[in-house]
């Protein structure tokens, strides 16, 4: 029995070194060819339509933030708010406060930044991928996402989440590594699931949105690093969550008056 818990033991320690290897193989590929900050483009869109605007706020990480676009109009949050301005006929005034390498626990803190008496009409949050990385317990990342919809939803904002993406996607990121984030972000992904729409939130699973087109063609889906999300990536991950916003919206009657800024 012992020499069997020897055995267990040293194969851990094993399994371990070689994940860890394997670690510094992937960041070593996927570098840093973006900076770590994502382009700005807050601003009001399509603002020649009639009305009062949409308030859209964009909560999360760096897919969120929309780092990898090359030109504003690209990032994801602009890419929302000309899908809902072209769903709903209105202008939308887009704000981020999404943070590239952000993990569940920064999500309050994001909104606490946000001006006082702010409420946005809708908020999008994607989070997830950094929480696999630095090994969040699921459950741990889970409710504090609850909390952050919880506080939305508290203000009268609409909110959808897109959980986490299918981190099996990432070419340079080493087998077995790979399927281990894979199955990691898929737990992680129906954890928060279930925590955001306890708190209220409409969920949209990127892992079976999108995630099929990053597996089936990467070089199109993914920016220089292989690792966020390229114009194109952007795109149809808006295209995924723009129904899910509008549903949203509907469900809150959104008002013609001007949201309080």
Same mark, same amino acid.
């Given at each position: 029995?012992?020499a @069997?818990?020897?055995?267990v033991?040293?194969?851990?320690?094993?399994?371990r070194?070689?994940?860890t290897r394997?670690? =510094?193989?992937?960041r070593r590929?996927i570098?840093?060819?973006?900076?770590?900050?994502a382009?700005d483009?807050?601003?009001?869109?399509r603002?020649k339509?009639?009305?009062e605007?949409?308030?859209?706020l964009v909560?999360? %990480?760096?897919?969120?933030a929309?780092?990898?676009?090359?030109?504003?109009?690209d @990032?994801?949050?602009?890419?929302?708010a000309k899908g809902?301005?072209?769903f709903?006929q209105?202008?939308?005034?887009?704000r981020?406060?999404?943070?590239v390498? !952000?993990?569940?626990?920064?999500? =309050?803190?994001? *909104?606490?930044?946000l001006?006082e008496?702010?409420?946005?009409?809708?908020?999008?949050?994607?989070?997830g991928?950094?929480?696999?990385?630095?090994?969040t317990?699921?459950?741990?990342?889970?409710?504090?996402?609850? @909390? =952050?919809?919880?506080?939305?939803?508290?203000?009268?904002?609409?909110?959808?989440?897109?959980?986490c993406? %299918?981190?099996?996607a990432?070419?340079?990121?080493?087998?077995?590594?790979?399927?281990?984030g894979?199955?990691a972000?898929?737990?992680?992904?129906?954890a928060q699931?279930?925590?955001?729409?306890?708190?209220?939130?409409?969920?949209?699973?990127?892992?079976?949105?999108?995630?099929p087109m990053?597996?089936?063609?990467?070089e %199109?889906?993914?920016?220089?690093?292989r690792?966020?999300?390229?114009?194109?990536g952007?795109?149809?991950? !808006?295209?995924? *969550?723009?129904?899910?916003?509008?549903?949203?919206?509907?469900?809150?009657?959104?008002?013609?008056? =001007?949201?309080?800024?």
């Amino acid at each position: 029995m012992l020499a @069997v818990g020897v055995s267990v033991a040293a194969s851990v320690l094993v399994t371990r070194r070689v994940l860890t290897r394997q670690a =510094a193989i992937a960041r070593r590929r996927i570098g840093k060819p973006l900076g770590e900050i994502a382009l700005d483009a807050d601003r009001r869109w399509r603002a020649k339509l009639p009305g009062e605007p949409i308030e859209l706020l964009v909560v999360g %990480d760096s897919i969120a933030a929309g780092l990898g676009a090359e030109r504003p109009k690209d @990032v994801l949050g602009a890419r929302l708010a000309k899908g809902i301005a072209a769903f709903l006929q209105r202008p939308v005034q887009l704000r981020t406060v999404a943070v590239v390498g !952000a993990q569940s626990v920064d999500l =309050a803190g994001q *909104l606490e930044r946000l001006p006082e008496g702010y409420r946005a009409d809708a908020a999008v949050i994607i989070v997830g991928g950094n929480d696999v990385t630095h090994r969040t317990p699921v459950l741990t990342a889970a409710a504090q996402l609850e @909390v =952050a919809v919880r506080a939305l939803r508290s203000a009268g904002t609409a909110v959808v989440v897109g959980t986490c993406p %299918d981190l099996g996607a990432l070419r340079p990121v080493p087998q077995p590594l790979r399927s281990l984030g894979a199955q990691a972000s898929r737990q992680l992904a129906h954890a928060q699931a279930a925590a955001a729409r306890r708190a209220g939130a409409r969920v949209v699973s990127l892992r079976r949105a999108v995630g099929p087109m990053f597996i089936a063609h990467p070089e %199109d889906m993914f920016s220089l690093d292989r690792f966020h999300p390229s114009a194109l990536g952007y795109r149809r991950t !808006a295209d995924a *969550l723009v129904p899910e916003i509008v549903a949203a919206l509907a469900d809150g009657s959104v008002s013609g008056e =001007a949201p309080r800024r």
